[in-house]
Structures are given as structure tokens and as C-alpha cells.
């Protein structure tokens, strides 16, 4: 695949869409166990654009990512990946969008302990049958700070430099998008700079487009847009927030 590298599109035209809702409800359970966990949510995650979305506990953020990276099914509306509607697509194909196209990083780091940061970097392509370009591969463990440690297996690393590699694993197939749920939540401040350095420098340098889900004003600042839901709707967005400006938003809203 050829290399990608950023660029901010004129301000007079709009930024093309990585991934996206309509309309998407999700609700749980039944009767009196119901819960409305979306309600009728319609967003757009800008392509080469970092995203945050915050609110208070239980105002549905993560079901918001879940459903639109395709990990969970939506009970009305429509959730996308690029120009692909999730709702269209049977479990194989499914799994290709989500293999192909998209890249995870969790709170819980997810490598395996008996392989070393290469190949756990590696792992989701050699498991797709695919080899990574070696000339990307390079570009992102260079940037993600590795390259003198992709002999090292996970109990030889810190909870930091784990993180990073998994920043890596979601970035080398260079996916459509890479979602990100509480990244810095399992790391020290420092460390959890240094992650959100590097998700921020792959938008920046690479052109990847992220959408982040956080409850820290700080990690939030690190993005270009700032979205905000409450009760399972989006009540507000900041463009080119600062923390201090998401923390004011947070407090107007009791999160």
C-alpha cells in the first residue's frame, strides 16, 4: 500500500467521512428492563481527523464506538465504515471491514505474552494471511518510539511502551479509522501523554483518522473535535478543544 501522508483539506470544503451514524439506536432489554442506550444519534468522524467523545457514565460513548466499528448491531438506524453500511453486511463480511479496515486500542493492552512486540504488531495480518508493507511498518514503529525494542515480549515492557504497541498493531494495516476506548485509563500520566502523542502524530504526519473515547479533559484536548453525549444523545460539540474548554463543557452538563 502506498504511504499516506496528512493534509488539511480547504476550509471551503467539508471533510469527507471515515465513519459515521444515522439515526442508530441501540437499546437493551426489554419492558421494564429496557434501556435506551442510543437514542436516535446521527455523527460524522472526519477522514484524517482525531475525534474524542466524552460524557457522563452511562450516556452511551462506548456504544456509540461499539456500533459504529461494527462490534455491536444497532436497533435502528445506520452505522458505516467509509461508505459501507454495517447493517448490509452478514458476520463474514463483517469481520473483513472490521480486519481490514478498522484498528482497536483498549484500555486493556490485548497482547500476547508469549510473542514478541513485532509480532504482536504483526499478529492481525499474519492471522489475515497478509504481510505488512515494511516501509510503512517501519515508518509506524519509528514513530510510536519502538525501534529498539520489537525483540521484547510484553513482561519486558512497561504498561507505556505495551500501549504503544498496540497504538502500532491498530495503525500498520493502515485501516480506515482506529477507535480507541479509554487508551491512557491502565497508565501514568506521563505514559498516557506519550500514547496520545503518537495517536495524535498518526493524524498529523500519517493521515489516520481516530475517534477516541475518554473521560479526561486532558486526553480529550489532544483531539480536533470534542463530542458530547448525555442520556444517549449528542448534546454538544467543541472544535480545537482545549482542556480547560472541555472541562467548563463537563461541568455544564454534570458530567
Request: glycine share 10%.
Amino acid at each position: 500500500m502506498p504511504i499516506r501522508t496528512a493534509a488539511s483539506p480547504p476550509a471551503h470544503r467539508p471533510v469527507a467521512s471515515a465513519a459515521g451514524a444515522t439515526g442508530l439506536t441501540k437499546v437493551y432489554g426489554e419492558g421494564e428492563t429496557r434501556v435506551v442506550a442510543l437514542d436516535s444519534v446521527s455523527v460524522e468522524f472526519g477522514r484524517g481527523r482525531f475525534t474524542a467523545i466524552m460524557g457522563p457514565s452511562g450516556s452511551g460513548k462506548s456504544t456509540l464506538m461499539h456500533c459504529v466499528a461494527g462490534l455491536d448491531s444497532v436497533s435502528a438506524g445506520s452505522a458505516r465504515i467509509g461508505d459501507t453500511e454495517l447493517s448490509t453486511l452478514n458476520d463474514r463480511q463483517l469481520t473483513r471491514v472490521r480486519r481490514d479496515s478498522v484498528g482497536f486500542v483498549f484500555q486493556a493492552f490485548n497482547l500476547l505474552p508469549t510473542l514478541t512486540a513485532l509480532e504482536n504488531i504483526t499478529l492481525p495480518m499474519a492471522v489475515a494471511g497478509r504481510r505488512p508493507d515494511r516501509q510503512w511498518l517501519d515508518l509506524v514503529v519509528a514513530k510510536v518510539g519502538l525501534s529498539g525494542r520489537l525483540g521484547h515480549r510484553p513482561a519486558q515492557l512497561s504498561g507505556g511502551q505495551q500501549q504503544r504497541v498496540a497504538v502500532a498493531r491498530a495503525l500498520v494495516s493502515q485501516p480506515e479509522i482506529v477507535f480507541a476506548d479509554e487508551p491512557t485509563g491502565n497508565l501514568d500520566s506521563r505514559a498516557g501523554a506519550e500514547v496520545l502523542g503518537f495517536l495524535r502524530d498518526s493524524v498529523r504526519d500519517l493521515g489516520q483518522s481516530v475517534v477516541m473515547v475518554t473521560h479526561d479533559p486532558v486526553a480529550a484536548s489532544y483531539a480536533d473535535r470534542v463530542v458530547f453525549l448525555a442520556d444517549g444523545r449528542i448534546t454538544d460539540e467543541l472544535l480545537n478543544p482545549t482542556a480547560e474548554r472541555v472541562l467548563d463543557q463537563m461541568v455544564h452538563f454534570g458530567a
